[in-house]
């Protein structure tokens, strides 16, 4: 994990720092966000809808090849529909976390619009690291129901902070804009105590960008 992290913020590091023709954007957009559970016998999850923006790089490697290093702040989460059935609670909450999710997309123009612009596919490997969780629902008991508004420290609700996994998506540059909508396929288990259990991120981002 360690060394994945390096090779990945240093491979940013070389990419804007060795290139005369790096070009500065920013980007905004909304974030449909889920978690996949497995084994998932008591729990359902929906996605939750977040937004998303930050700055981003595009590096001019060829005519039709560019790579896109990017900084973004993203809400994220999901809602969860759990019964524990030995001590008869349902929780039905909704669990949104603010991260930062560092991405470098590797994009290649399947179609080009003229001078700078073009229909791309891009693929990219992404780092986030969450914030503190905050939890909004209810947990309903046979005697009562009691609401829940409150932030929750990661590891008191079993997650863990950091995340990693792949990126995939298909975009369009017109002039100085850029469109796109991807996919985010978490790798890293955020499951922190129970060994049984595997927890995984799942994610789209649709995203405006502009190019300065």
């Known amino acids: 994990m360690n060394s994945l992290k390096l090779t990945f913020f240093s491979l940013i590091f070389f990419l804007v720092a060795g290139t005369v023709s790096a070009q500065l954007g920013v980007r905004a957009g909304i974030a449909l966000s889920d978690q996949h559970i497995d084994p998932d016998d008591n729990v359902e999850t929906s996605?939750?809808?977040?937004?998303?923006?930050?700055?981003?790089?595009e590096i001019n490697v060829t005519d039709r090849f560019a790579l896109q290093p990017?900084?973004?702040f993203v809400q994220n989460g999901v809602y969860k529909d759990e019964f524990l059935p030995i001590q008869e609670v349902r929780w039905?909450?909704?669990?949104?976390?603010?991260?930062?999710?560092?991405?470098?997309?590797?994009?290649?123009?399947i179609v080009r619009l003229g001078e700078s612009g073009g229909l791309y596919l891009g693929l990219s490997p992404f780092f986030s690291y969450g914030m503190d969780v905050l939890v909004e629902g209810e947990t309903i008991t046979p005697s009562a129901s009691v609401e829940?508004?409150?932030?929750?420290?990661?590891?008191?609700?079993?997650?863990?902070?950091?995340?990693?996994?792949v990126g995939a998506g298909l975009g369009v540059r017109f002039g100085n804009f850029v469109l796109d909508?991807?996919?985010?396929?978490?790798?890293?288990?955020?499951?922190?105590?129970?060994?049984?259990?595997?927890?995984?991120?799942?994610?789209i981002l649709l995203g405006l960008g502009y190019y300065f």
């Not at 996605?47 to 790089?57: R, T």
């Not at 039905?92 to 123009?109: E, G, I």
């Not at 829940?148 to 996994?165: E, P």
């Open 70 to 72: 990017e900084l973004l």
């Open 148 to 165: 829940i508004d409150a932030s929750v420290k990661n590891r008191n609700i079993g997650w863990r902070r950091a995340d990693y996994g």
């Open 92 to 109: 039905q909450a909704d669990f949104k976390q603010n991260s930062l999710l560092l991405a470098v997309m590797t994009r290649y123009d």
């Open 47 to 57: 996605s939750l809808l977040g937004f998303s923006a930050g700055i981003m790089v």
């Open 181 to 203: 909508a991807r996919y985010n396929y978490g790798l890293a288990n955020l499951e922190r105590f129970d060994d049984d259990v595997t927890i995984n991120s799942r994610s």
